[in-house]
């Protein structure tokens, strides 16, 4: 079997995802135990102690929740956007008819949900969290499908990675257009104009990283002042950076490959997790789930991404290819297009940190965590069972070269 162009970045990339997943979840249960403990004092006060950066031009002032949210996360989309440029340039979205069928799902999986969470709260002021049900969280769905082993088709693994980035674009799209309350233009014109100075270094082959990054950081600040939220810097940062080699380093990686490299481990292993611990620890009191359970938002949550997700993969994507727009994927069955549709209702990451922006309420954000936590369990648990039910009806022969593929690919 010949071996993939691009099946080491993609190995490398799920295998991370697949372990950051165990390190999400044991945040994710620490943050939940500490917030409910005696010493849920102590959480609180940890979250809000402040966090003082003073770099030349920058100088900032933050709590340690804010400044996880508003810098550490921007390195999390920082790495998130050379994913997608690198799924865009040489990934599986780099061919159209490969690219139609995750983009479809990931349409289909944007819309549905966010359409059910409004119906839910429509009326309300809480129909402003629309966007918290959209995204896919990569870390935990591909730390579902990992614990299946070589049962599941390689083709599936890749449609799931696919749908995920195309997920990530489009909430980071719905973050910078939706949830952004003011804008002060001229910090952003400042945005603006240092991210054509990295076009430029660019346009000039600069093959160092330093420049990059120390624009970059500016480039954040910029936009962290502007009003538009920061993160979205470091998107626009990745789309920048090259992804071809230099002139004269031929053959050598380049600069957003070294770059990703480097950083997608810190992103996988400290920062998301991180960002869980800070960001999970909802108090899960009698009174507490009463009032989420009669509340719009955790309903609205929790019906978009378990039902919401998985009528909006799975039913874009199969009438996609039952009317020939597209292929269906090589030992891939509309069961196990069922199951994957569940894993993308695992929204843990981007759910919780369009939660932040979306409410301002306690209420509502403990509400809407909620929902998250509740629904993400119920769509790990219903996708296992029925990816594991898919893998049960599969032929012995198809299981074989499955595992072959896998073992070429990820080996």
């Given at each position: 079997?010949?071996?993939?162009?691009?099946?080491?970045?993609?190995?490398?990339f799920l295998?991370?995802?697949?372990a950051?997943?165990?390190?999400?979840?044991?945040a994710t249960?620490l943050?939940l135990v500490?917030?409910n403990s005696?010493?849920k004092?102590?959480?609180?006060?940890?979250?809000?102690?402040?966090?003082?950066?003073?770099?030349?031009p920058?100088?900032?002032?933050?709590?340690?929740?804010?400044f996880v949210?508003?810098?550490?996360m921007?390195?999390?989309?920082?790495?998130?956007g050379l994913?997608?440029?690198?799924?865009?340039?040489?990934g599986?979205?780099r061919?159209?008819?490969?690219a139609?069928?995750?983009?479809?799902?990931a349409?289909?999986?944007?819309?549905?949900?966010?359409?059910?969470?409004v119906a839910?709260n429509?009326?309300?002021?809480?129909v402003?969290?629309?966007?918290?049900?959209?995204?896919t969280?990569?870390?935990f769905?591909?730390?579902?499908?990992?614990?299946l082993?070589n049962?599941?088709p390689?083709?599936l693994?890749?449609?799931?990675?696919s749908?995920a980035v195309?997920?990530d674009?489009?909430?980071?799209?719905?973050?910078?257009?939706?949830y952004?309350?003011?804008?002060?233009?001229?910090w952003?014109?400042g945005?603006a104009?240092?991210?054509?100075?990295?076009?430029?270094?660019?346009?000039l082959?600069?093959?160092?990283?330093i420049?990059y990054?120390?624009?970059?950081v500016?480039a954040?600040?910029?936009?962290?002042?502007?009003?538009?939220?920061?993160?979205?810097?470091?998107v626009?940062l990745?789309?920048?950076?090259?992804i071809t080699?230099?002139?004269?380093q031929?053959?050598?990686?380049s600069?957003?490959?070294?770059?990703?490299n480097a950083?997608?481990?810190?992103?996988?292993y400290v920062?998301?997790?991180?960002?869980?611990?800070?960001?999970?620890?909802?108090?899960?009191?009698?009174?507490?789930?009463?009032?989420?359970?009669?509340?719009?938002?955790?309903w609205?949550v929790?019906?978009?991404?378990?039902?919401?997700?998985t009528?909006?993969?799975?039913?874009?994507?199969?009438?996609?290819?039952?009317?020939?727009?597209?292929?269906?994927p090589?030992?891939?069955s509309?069961?196990?297009?069922?199951?994957?549709?569940?894993a993308?209702?695992?929204?843990?990451?981007?759910?919780?940190?369009?939660?932040?922006?979306?409410?301002?309420?306690?209420a509502?954000?403990?509400?809407?965590?909620?929902?998250?936590?509740?629904?993400?369990l119920?769509?790990?648990f219903?996708?296992?069972?029925v990816?594991?039910?898919?893998?049960?009806?599969s032929?012995t022969?198809e299981l074989?070269?499955?595992?072959?593929?896998?073992?070429?690919?990820?080996?």
């Amino acid at each position: 079997m010949r071996k993939s162009r691009f099946s080491r970045p993609v190995a490398r990339f799920l295998a991370l995802e697949s372990a950051s997943g165990l390190l999400l979840l044991a945040a994710t249960m620490l943050a939940l135990v500490w917030a409910n403990s005696p010493w849920k004092d102590g959480y609180n006060s940890f979250l809000g102690h402040l966090v003082t950066v003073n770099a030349g031009p920058i100088d900032l002032h933050l709590d340690v929740q804010e400044f996880v949210n508003d810098a550490l996360m921007a390195v999390f989309f920082f790495v998130v956007g050379l994913e997608i440029k690198r799924e865009l340039v040489k990934g599986e979205l780099r061919d159209r008819r490969t690219a139609a069928l995750p983009v479809i799902g990931a349409i289909g999986g944007m819309i549905v949900p966010a359409l059910l969470y409004v119906a839910i709260n429509a009326g309300s002021s809480t129909v402003h969290g629309w966007g918290i049900p959209m995204a896919t969280d990569i870390a935990f769905a591909v730390g579902v499908v990992a614990l299946l082993g070589n049962r599941v088709p390689v083709a599936l693994k890749l449609f799931l990675l696919s749908l995920a980035v195309v997920d990530d674009l489009g909430a980071i799209a719905v973050i910078a257009i939706f949830y952004t309350s003011s804008i002060a233009f001229g910090w952003l014109l400042g945005a603006a104009g240092v991210f054509l100075f990295i076009a430029g270094l660019r346009l000039l082959r600069v093959p160092s990283m330093i420049p990059y990054l120390l624009l970059g950081v500016i480039a954040w600040y910029c936009m962290f002042k502007s009003g538009v939220h920061a993160t979205v810097a470091g998107v626009a940062l990745g789309f920048l950076i090259p992804i071809t080699a230099m002139r004269g380093q031929e053959g050598r990686p380049s600069i957003a490959e070294r770059l990703e490299n480097a950083l997608h481990p810190w992103s996988a292993y400290v920062i998301v997790p991180i960002f869980a611990l800070c960001n999970a620890g909802v108090v899960l009191t009698i009174d507490a789930l009463n009032d989420a359970a009669s509340s719009q938002v955790t309903w609205g949550v929790a019906m978009g991404l378990v039902v919401g997700k998985t009528i909006g993969v799975a039913a874009t994507s199969l009438l996609a290819i039952k009317f020939g727009v597209v292929n269906r994927p090589r030992g891939v069955s509309n069961l196990h297009m069922l199951g994957i549709a569940m894993a993308a209702g695992i929204g843990f990451t981007v759910a919780l940190f369009v939660t932040n922006l979306a409410f301002t309420d306690t209420a509502s954000v403990d509400q809407s965590r909620i929902g998250i936590l509740g629904a993400s369990l119920v769509a790990a648990f219903a996708a296992g069972a029925v990816l594991r039910l898919a893998s049960a009806r599969s032929s012995t022969h198809e299981l074989t070269l499955e595992a072959a593929e896998n073992a070429e690919l990820f080996d």
